[in-house]
C-alpha cells in the first residue's frame, strides 16, 4: 500500500517539461505565425518566449483564441486545422501548474520545427523563385483606400512545376487583400516595359497602358490566386498544380486599407517547383460578388437588421474541389456552402459560424470533393449590420451595399466563394491531399 501510493506520487511529480513535450506543440501550432517577419505581436521561438508569456498563452488558448481556426469542425475537416487537442491543452496547463521547468534542451527540436521560418516563408522550404516588385510603393498617409496595379516580370531557365505559390511583403498592416494573375509573354511586347507601381484615380491612362497586352490583350492567364489577411499559401498535391512558363509576368492588384502614416510597400511571390510533372491544371472560380451567380436577394443590407442572402451556381463538368475560400467583409456574421448533387446528395464545404474578418483563409480539404456535373453550390452569408456588431464601421448602422464591382471598399459587402479545382478523375475521392505541406 505504501509502495504503491509513493509509485504514483512520483510518477505525478514528474514534471511536464517544455523539452522534449511542449517545445514541439508550441513550434508546430503557434511559432509558424509568431515568428519574426510576420503580422503578429511577438515571436514564440524559444523556451524564454514562451516561459515570460506563460499565463497570458494559458488565457488564449483556454479560450481558444489561438490558434485562430474559424471553420467549424463538426461540418467539414480541412487539412492543416490549427487545433489543440484537448490533450494539448492539458499537458501545456501542467507545463505551467508544475513552474514552467525547461528539461534538457535540445537544439535539434529548433532546427526540425524552426529552420524554415526564418526563411521568410510559411512553406516548408526556401522558394525555388522569388520574384519581387522592382519599385517598391509609397503608400500615403492620408487615410485614403488605394487600388494599386503593379506589373513583375520574370524569366527562368526553364518552366516550373509550381507546387505552391507564396505572397509576401514587407508589411502586411495596410494590404487589404491583393489578387495576382500570371500571364505569358506576349509576342513583341516587353515584359519590362514600364513597371512603376499604378494607382487607380490618381495615375493617368499611360501608367496602365503596360498592362493593357494582358489584361485587354488575347492572352490565356495561367493561374489566379491571392492574399487577404490570415491567408498561408497555396500548394498543389500530386500532379496537380500548374505551369510557369519561361518568360512572362504576374501582375498584382493591391486594394490598400487606409493608413494614416506613410508606409513604404514592397512586394514578392515565391515560388515552389515540383521534380514531377504537372498533368492537371488548376482552376478558379469565384461565385458571388466579383463572380458568378446573383446574389438573391441582391446583397443590400439595411441597418439594424441581421440578414441572410444566398447566390447559387451549378457545375457544368465533372470537378474534384481542392480548395474552399469564402470570403465577406465587416459585417459578416456567419458563412455556408454546401453542394447538392443531381442524386440530391447535400456535401458540406464549408460552415463559419462567427465569420471574423481578420481570418480568411484558403481551406484545402482533406480528400477532393468530387462535384458531379449539374450540382448546385450554395453559398449563404448572414451579416450582422447592427450596433451589436463590433466590427460595424458605422455607429449608427447605415445601408451597406454590394455589387458585382471588382473594386469593394471594405465598408462595402461582398458575399464570395472562390474554389480551385481540377476535372475530375475516377479515384479522386480517395485521393488524400495533405501531404503537401
Ligand atoms: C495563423 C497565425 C497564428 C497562429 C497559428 C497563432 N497565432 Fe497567436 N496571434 C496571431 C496574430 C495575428 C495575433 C495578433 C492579433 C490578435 O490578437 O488577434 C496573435 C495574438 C496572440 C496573442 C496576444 C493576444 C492578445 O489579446 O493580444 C497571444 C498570447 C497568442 N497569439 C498566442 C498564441 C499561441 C500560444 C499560439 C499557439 C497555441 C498562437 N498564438 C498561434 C496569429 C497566430
Known amino acids: 500500500m505504501m509502495l504503491l501510493c509513493w509509485a504514483s506520487t512520483q510518477i505525478h511529480a514528474q514534471a511536464v517539461t517544455f523539452y522534449p513535450t511542449i517545445a514541439p506543440i508550441i513550434y508546430t501550432q503557434c511559432s509558424t505565425c509568431h515568428h519574426p517577419g510576420e503580422n503578429t505581436p511577438f515571436s514564440l521561438m524559444s523556451y524564454s518566449d514562451v516561459a515570460k508569456r506563460a499565463d497570458f ?18 461540418y467539414r475537416h480541412f487539412c492543416h486545422e490549427r487545433v489543440l487537442t484537448a490533450q494539448q491543452i492539458q499537458l501545456i496547463k501542467q507545463w505551467i501548474d508544475s513552474g514552467k521547468p525547461e528539461g534538457k534542451p535540445d537544439t535539434a527540436v529548433e532546427k526540425k520545427y524552426l529552420a524554415r521560418l526564418i526563411h521568410h516563408t510559411r512553406y516548408d522550404r526556401t522558394p525555388d523563385l522569388t520574384i519581387r516588385m522592382a519599385h517598391p510603393y509609397l503608400l500615403k498617409g492620408d487615410n485614403k ?4 496595379f503593379v506589373k513583375i516580370p520574370f524569366e527562368i531557365d526553364s518552366p516550373g512545376n509550381v507546387e505552391a505559390v507564396e505572397f509576401v511583403a514587407n508589411n502586411l498592416r495596410y494590404i487589404h487583400h491583393v489578387n495576382y494573375a500570371i500571364y505569358p509573354a506576349v509576342a513583341g511586347v516587353d515584359i519590362h516595359q514600364g513597371g512603376e507601381p499604378a494607382t487607380l484615380d490618381e495615375d493617368g491612362p499611360a501608367a496602365f497602358q503596360q498592362f493593357d497586352p494582358y489584361l485587354k490583350g488575347n492572352v490565356q492567364m495561367i493561374h489566379y490566386g491571392g492574399w487577404i489577411p490570415g491567408t498561408s499559401y497555396e500548394s498543389f498535391p500530386g500532379d496537380i498544380g500548374f505551369v510557369l512558363p519561361r518568360k512572362g509576368v504576374a501582375i498584382l492588384t493591391f486594394h490598400f486599407a487606409p493608413s494614416p502614416v506613410d508606409t513604404v510597400v514592397t512586394a514578392a511571390l515565391h515560388f515552389f517547383f515540383k521534380r514531377t510533372p504537372i498533368r492537371r491544371n488548376i482552376e478558379t472560380i469565384s461565385i458571388g ?10 446583397l443590400l443590407i439595411l441597418p439594424n437588421q441581421v440578414d441572410s442572402f444566398e447566390v447559387t451556381a451549378q457545375t457544368t463538368k465533372d470537378i474534384s474541389l481542392l480548395y474552399v475560400w469564402p470570403h465577406m467583409h465587416l459585417l459578416g456574421k456567419s458563412f455556408k456552402a454546401f453542394a447538392v448533387t443531381p442524386a440530391a446528395d447535400t456535401i ?10 481578420s481570418w480568411q483563409d484558403l481551406y484545402r ?55 480551385l479545382y481540377v476535372d475530375y478523375q475516377p479515384g479522386d475521392e480517395n485521393m488524400p491531399i495533405c501531404e503537401t505541406p
Not at 57 to 74: H, N
Open 348 to 357: 458540406p464545404l464549408i460552415y463559419i459560424p462567427q465569420w471574423d474578418f
Open 365 to 419: 480539404f482533406r480528400h477532393l470533393i468530387y462535384l458531379p456535373k449539374g450540382s448546385t453550390v450554395h453559398v449563404i452569408g448572414v451579416y450582422d449590420n447592427t450596433d451589436q456588431n463590433p466590427r460595424n464601421p458605422f455607429h449608427p448602422p447605415q445601408i451597406i451595399f454590394g455589387d458585382n464591382n471588382e473594386l469593394m471598399k471594405t465598408t462595402d459587402e461582398m458575399l464570395t466563394l472562390i474554389l
Open 289 to 298: 460578388s466579383g463572380g458568378i451567380g446573383n446574389i438573391m436577394p441582391p
Open 145 to 148: 483606400e488605394r487600388f494599386v
Open 57 to 74: 498563452i494559458w488565457q488564449v488558448i483556454s479560450d481558444r483564441y489561438m490558434p485562430p481556426w474559424k471553420p467549424d469542425t463538426a
